[in-house]
């Protein structure tokens, strides 16, 4: 099994794999040029994007924008994330229709060892689903294993760290659901 397919697979594996290193290079690379490009030419800087991404429909991404590997970042259509998102995608992670992210948020699928000696060497990850018609507000954290449920609402500053059921609406460190029914 490659390092490649234990990183999808959520298994221990080494991060700094040449194939594994050059790939997210290669991202970075990408966002270094999305970041940098004309904040007027909305569709060219979106295009650097859409040859990293799965795009399914309509986004718009506010710079700056930050991810892994790139490749494992599935987005519905009618997606909107403003500045500062970073998306750490060591293993897959598929965004919905009608997602709203705000500023300076954290999405996560990465997991390092505790202990010391292993961290050196190793990591893992979890898979992150978000619905439907949620909306992230801003410094959210969203962290491995998470699955929010369609027409969520996440409180600003939340960590994310258990599924959310759906049409709730979820804050706090960790976040907790406050209320049933996403109509305020």
Same mark, same amino acid.
């Given at each position: *099994?490659?390092?490649?397919? @234990? *990183?999808?697979?959520?298994?221990?594996? #080494?991060?700094?794999? #040449?194939?594994?290193? +050059?790939?997210? %290079? =290669? +991202? @970075?690379? /990408?966002?270094?040029?999305?970041?940098?490009?004309?904040p007027? =030419?909305?569709?060219?800087? *979106? +295009?650097?994007?859409?040859? %990293?991404l799965t795009l399914r429909g309509s986004?718009?991404?506010?710079? #700056?924008?930050?991810?892994?590997?790139? /490749?494992?970042?599935d987005i519905g259509d009618h997606f909107y994330a403003n500045? #500062? %998102?970073?998306? %750490?995608? /060591?293993?897959? /992670?598929?965004?919905?229709?009608?997602v709203i992210i705000g500023p300076g948020c954290m999405i996560a699928t990465a997991i390092h060892p505790l202990d010391p000696v292993e961290r050196q060497t190793t990591e893992s990850g979890l898979p992150i689903v978000i619905g439907d018609h949620v909306w992230l507000g801003g410094n959210v954290s969203v962290l491995a294993g998470v699955t929010i449920g369609d027409n969520c609402v996440i409180g600003a500053g939340s960590v994310v760290n258990r599924d959310i059921p759906p049409g709730t609406v979820a804050a706090g460190n960790p976040a907790r659901v406050i209320q049933k029914g996403t109509s305020i």
């Open positions: *099994m490659t390092e490649r397919e @234990k *990183m999808l697979a959520g298994l221990p594996y #080494n991060a700094w794999e #040449n194939e594994l290193l +050059a790939a997210r %290079l =290669q +991202a @970075k690379s /990408v966002c270094h040029a999305f970041n940098q490009a004309d007027c =030419q909305l569709d060219a800087r *979106m +295009a650097l994007l859409r040859g %990293l986004a718009h991404i506010e710079p #700056n924008f930050f991810c892994d590997y790139g /490749v494992n970042i500045h #500062n %998102l970073t998306i %750490l995608d /060591v293993c897959p /992670v598929t965004i919905g229709a009608q």
